[in-house]
């Protein structure tokens, strides 16, 4: 009897340490870290195929009601395998983290990335609202359509944060008046606006200052803009999310 407990407990150590290494593709280093190969090869790609077909892109349609940042997703399968030979490992295409994303269509297509782990925590917060059964309610007013969740009532211990992209902070998540999560980037702007030596007037969208230096950009968001002391606000009139 002693002999086969050894036995069991041999194998469970075992199979802790193989789960340990066995991890699924979202958690290899590959699909961890925006690696600059891997978003190069994508904008060149993107490149070929803007030369190729007349100024056309290879994205999938959105209608307006996507923000700047989620409007326009590469579609791989235009790129593949002419101008592409293998889909980027962090891709989400590709079981990664990242959905691939093309900014400034018009003049300068530029690949950009959505990190979708901050989807995901969006997603479980809708789901655990929705299964609670409860009408929705809004909260205390943030700022101009921007209200805080009644979390407590949906279940949730404390407020919903989600992992900022450009830092360690933890970003609080809010409600619009229709009903859609906006994520407040004023912790990572604050640290940004103090990086800039050259500040736009208020008024002005400042959420570029995110990506300026970062390929990642700050998908779910309202505008924001400064004050007259250079801190990062809400903007007043936010017509799109």
Same mark, same amino acid.
């Given at each position: 009897?002693?002999?086969?407990? /050894?036995?069991?407990?041999?194998?469970?150590?075992?199979?802790?340490?193989l789960s340990a290494c066995a991890f699924p593709d979202k958690e290899k280093a590959e699909n961890q870290v925006p690696a600059?190969?891997?978003?190069?090869?994508?904008?060149?790609?993107?490149?070929?195929y803007h030369k190729s077909n007349q100024g056309l892109l290879p994205i999938k349609e959105r209608n307006d009601s996507y923000s700047i940042y989620l409007k326009h997703p590469v579609d791989f399968n235009k790129l593949k395998p002419k101008f592409l030979s293998q889909l980027p490992g962090n891709s989400f295409e590709n079981g990664g983290i990242y959905q691939y994303v093309i900014m400034n269509?018009?003049?300068?297509?530029?690949?950009?990335?959505?990190d979708l782990r901050t989807s995901e925590v969006l997603k479980d917060i809708r789901i655990r609202?929705?299964?609670?059964?409860?009408?929705?309610?809004?909260? /205390? /007013?943030?700022?101009?359509?921007?209200?805080e969740i009644e979390y407590k009532k949906y279940g949730f211990k404390k407020k919903p944060t989600v992992p900022s992209p450009y830092s360690n902070e933890r970003l609080p998540v809010y409600m619009n008046g229709g009903n859609d999560f906006v994520i407040d980037y004023r912790l990572d702007l604050a640290?940004?606006?103090k990086k800039e030596k050259n500040l736009p007037k208020p008024g002005t969208d400042i959420r570029y200052l995110?990506?300026?230096d970062?390929?990642?950009?700050?998908?779910?968001?309202?505008?924001?803009?400064?004050?007259?002391?250079?801190?990062?606000?809400f903007k007043s009139k936010v017509k799109k999310y």
């Open positions: 009897m002693l002999k086969y407990k /050894k036995i069991i407990s041999l194998i469970i150590i075992c199979t802790t340490f600059k190969d891997q978003l190069n090869m994508v904008q060149t790609a993107v490149d070929e269509v018009d003049k300068d297509p530029t690949v950009n990335l959505i609202i929705d299964a609670s059964g409860k009408p929705l309610q809004l909260g /205390k /007013k943030v700022a101009p359509n921007v209200y640290k940004a606006i995110l990506y300026k970062s390929p990642i950009l700050p998908a779910y968001s309202p505008e924001f803009t400064i004050n007259d002391k250079n801190e990062p606000i």
